[in-house]
Structure formats: C-alpha cells, structure tokens
C-alpha cells in the first residue's frame, strides 16, 4: 500500500512513520512518499526516518518485514500519483506564518491562537485555497485515494476539500481520544480504548457528554467525586466547579473560549508566543541537521549513527512539555504529568483509519466528517467531529446525544465564521474575510475585525487574493 504525506518535512511526520513500522499486519503500508516545497526540511526528515528504522530493526522482533520504503519529492503531482492514502498535514506560511497569526491578534487585544479565535481565521484563509488545490488534483490524479486531514483548521479545511472530494477526505484530531483516555484511566476503566465516547461538537470546539462502559454512562461518577476530578489536565485546567457546573468534560481548546481574558493576558504576558517559540526550536533542530553537525557534541568531526533521532526525540520532548502552557499558567494548573503528556496519538488514529479502510476492520474513532443529518443545529455537508464507523466504505458518524444552550449557540456561530472563511476563499472577497472575523465569539468589535484583517493581509503577501469589494 502506498502511502503519500504532504507536509512531508514537516516535525511530526517520525510520530506517523513510527506507527508505519509498528504495523505488521498484511497490506501494510510498504511504500512512503514525502512531499514538501523545502528541499532541506525533506532531507532532515529522510535523515531521521532513516535513523528511526535502523533502531527498529535493532530493537525489533525476528523476521519483522522490512521498514516502508521512503522516497522524497517537491513535486506535487509526482507525489500524488499511484497513491492509496494522502495524509494532508502542511503548513502553509510555516511556523513563521503561525507567530506572526499570533503576534497581529494580541497587538488587537484578541486570542492569536492558531486553531481559535483571529489566530485560527487567518491560518484558514491561507490555508483553504491551498487545500482545495490539492483536493482538485488528487481528485483528478489519484481518484481512488483516501485523504486523511492533519493539517489545521483541522474541521475547516476537511470541509472545503469535501466540496471537492466527498466522503474521501476525512480529518483527524487527537485531543477527543486523548480526553477521553484520561477520564477513562481517571475512572479506573480497564480498557479505556474500549469505553465508549459520546463526544460531539467542531474541531477544537467540542465537549464528552458521556463515557459508557458495557452500556452504562459512568461520566456522572466523575462529577461526584471532587478529588477524581481534579486529579487529570481537564480538571486542573477548568476546576472542578466549573466542570461540574457545565456537566460535561470540554475539549482543552474551550479553555481559550472559558477563560479568554486570563488566556490573553497570559499570552501577552509570555516571553514569547507559542508560534514563535516552536518556530525558533524547530528552526535549530533544521540548521543542525542541515549542518551536519551531531548536535549532541557540535565539534565532533562527523555525525553519529543515529544523532538525527536523538536530536529530534529531544526536541518533541520539550515541545509537548511546554503544550498551552499558558492557559496552565493562567490557570494555575502546574506541569503536565506523565499521563498529560499522553495524547490521543493522532499517528495512532490515523494507522487505524488506514487498516479499517483498506481492510475492511470495522472501528469506531472520532473523526472529522459530515454531518449527514447527525446534529440537528447544521447543515448535511457541514463537517463535524464526532464518533464515527469505519469500514471499506468509509466514515459514518453514529448518533450522538444533540448539542443544546451555550454548546449549540457556539457550534452553530463558529461554524457560520467557517463559513465566511470558506467563502472568502472561494471568491477572494475581503468583505467576507471581514465578516468571519467579526463573527467569531473571540472577537469583540467590527472595527478590530477590519484591523485584523488589514493586519494579516500586511503579514502575508499569500491574502492578497482577498480583493477589496
């Protein structure tokens, strides 16, 4: 099975080629092609992959099949053709794009978050022309692949390459399985992966409702018992009042919607943003491994064997330490534990996907897909994110319970600002661009939203699409 990831010099790809190689299991995926527009970036990564089969080899079980084999392009077309799965993870403006969404936004006084708020509207109208360029070629290139949807505004952008691709492009997010796992594991469960989630909402904007273990929702005794509660990231991050007064658990992203003074505030207040601070991180990991060096001893005369691994586990290390520390910092909420460091594994979710795909092994995961009539507030093609079955045909969301109050009156008023972004970026119209900007429950003036846009529009020479009407 072939196998193409676009972002392919992106940080985080080693996560996806490291459950590549926990994959035995026959129509496994042999073949990987890496597609990125940074020649060098593909090469630091090639190196690290390289490094991360030979230690799998060394550590690995006898007669394990071979690593997929790893091939590197710039071209997209190239890339595209003969594949079975498109993993969609780039970044378009790089993790400089990403500071600056964020630096535009607190100079207004609004969130810069890249996901959330100004931060997340600014990404997605760079992001959504992009996104639907791939969709037509890979529509037209490699009609039979599936596209799995990393890259951010995760729900966003899988909904306009839907417009293009159908039910073949589907997003993926790990914070719903990560969130689930810790109630779970906070519950006591013995399987946590088998308990089942009743979570529902938007990307970054969604709340578990509900946790069943043999048909029985144990999420009431979560809420019972003060000192449970506060015992996992959720329960530190919102308190336990706050999370008992709402009677579900939220995504770690609401915190941004919760408490969204003291989250500006503490970026403002933040030696630097988190764009920022992964930007100059990544930028040392790249520079050393485009310089040779081993950066475990800069004045050794030749790389090591397997430097570029270390160099990179490093530095994932210390990137999911630092994960929203400032929300934690606003919140008072202390370092991440072992078991917060423990996400969904969106690498995980994604093999997942593949295997029930490709080999028909029915799953249920939480996805990013249609709503198909699902929740009751939106439209059939807007995407959502919820449970969902899989198997050979594909994801189709399971019924869930339905959103009401405070919940439904977001979900509803982020996805009319999905909208505009999604209009904007079909007809390049700046007014549109305005409007999802002023919309957005995180931004509290049209005038800011003028600004904002006027902002952005400074900081990337790609919105100059978006005409004055």
Same mark, same amino acid.
């Given at each position: 099975? #072939? ?6 010099? &992106?940080?985080?790809?080693? =996560? ?14 042999? +073949? ?18 390289? @490094? ?12 394990? /099949?071979?690593?997929?084999?790893? $091939? ?8 595209? #053709? ?12 790089? *993790? ?6 964020? %630096? ?20 997605? *109208? ?10 037509? $070629?890979?529509? %037209? ?26 039910? $073949? ?11 689930? #796992? ?21 990307? +970054? ?55 969204? #003074? ?17 930007? @100059? ?32 586990? $490093? ?16 919140? &008072? ?25 490709? %080999? ?5 995961? !939480? ?16 995407? !959502?994110?919820? /449970? ?21 009156? =977001? ?7 999905? %909208? ?31 600004? *904002? ?6 900081? +990337?020479?790609? *919105? ?6």
């Amino acid at each position: 099975m #072939r196998l193409t990831i676009l972002g392919g010099g &992106g940080f985080r790809v080693p =996560l996806v080629y490291g459950a590549l190689l926990s994959d035995r299991a026959e129509g496994r995926v042999t +073949h990987v092609t890496l597609h990125d527009l940074d020649p060098a970036r593909l090469a630091a990564i090639a190196r690290v992959l390289t @490094d991360q089969a030979a230690r799998a080899r060394a550590e690995g079980v006898p007669d394990a /099949p071979p690593a997929p084999e790893v $091939r590197v392009t710039t071209d997209l077309d190239e890339a595209l #053709r003969g594949a079975d799965f498109v993993f969609s993870a780039i970044r378009v403006g790089g *993790l400089a794009g990403r500071a600056a969404d964020e %630096r535009v936004a607190l100079d207004e006084g609004v969130l810069g978050q890249e996901t959330v708020g100004a931060g997340g509207i600014a990404y997605g *109208l760079r992001t959504v022309p992009v996104a639907v360029d791939i969709a037509r $070629r890979v529509a %037209r290139l490699a009609p039979d692949a599936w596209v799995i949807n990393f890259t951010n505004p995760a729900g966003l952008v899988t909904e306009a390459m839907s417009r293009h691709l159908g039910s $073949r492009v589907i997003g993926i997010c790990d914070s719903p399985v990560g969130l689930a #796992r810790r109630v779970a594991r906070t519950l006591g469960v013995a399987d946590p992966a088998a308990a089942r989630a009743d979570y529902v909402g938007l990307n +970054h904007l969604g709340w578990l409702r509900g946790l069943y273990v043999d048909d029985r929702d144990v999420l009431p005794e979560l809420f019972a018992d003060p000192d449970r509660l506060a015992s996992f990231e959720e329960g530190r991050l919102f308190g336990t009042d706050w999370l008992r007064s709402l009677g579900s658990v939220p995504n770690e992203y609401l915190h941004y919607y919760y408490f969204n #003074r003291e989250a500006v505030t503490a970026y403002r207040q933040a030696k630097q943003t988190r764009g920022a601070f992964l930007h @100059d991180q990544q930028a040392r990991f790249y520079d050393e491994l485009a310089a040779g060096q081993d950066p475990a001893d800069p004045a050794a005369p030749a790389v090591r064997e397997g430097a570029a691994w270390d160099a990179w586990d $490093r530095t994932r290390a210390e990137r999911e330490a630092t994960y929203m520390a400032e929300n934690r910092e606003a919140a &008072g909420a202390g370092e991440r534990t072992a078991d917060d460091l423990e996400s969904g594994g969106y690498e995980y979710v994604a093999l997942a996907l593949m295997r029930a795909i490709a %080999r028909d092994e029915r799953t249920t995961l !939480i996805l990013n897909v249609r709503n198909r009539g699902v929740l009751s507030i939106l439209d059939e093609a807007a995407v !959502i994110e919820v /449970p969902c079955v899989v198997d050979a045909t594909g994801a189709r969301p399971v019924a869930v319970s339905q959103l009401s109050g405070h919940e439904a009156g =977001l979900v509803a008023a982020v996805k009319a600002v999905e %909208r505009c972004v999604l209009a904007a970026g079909e007809s390049g119209s700046a007014q549109e661009a305005v409007k999802a900007f002023a919309l957005h429950p995180l931004v509290d003036s049209v005038q800011v939203a003028r600004r *904002l846009l006027e902002g952005y529009r400074g900081a +990337h020479p790609g *919105l100059g699409y978006l005409r004055k009407d």
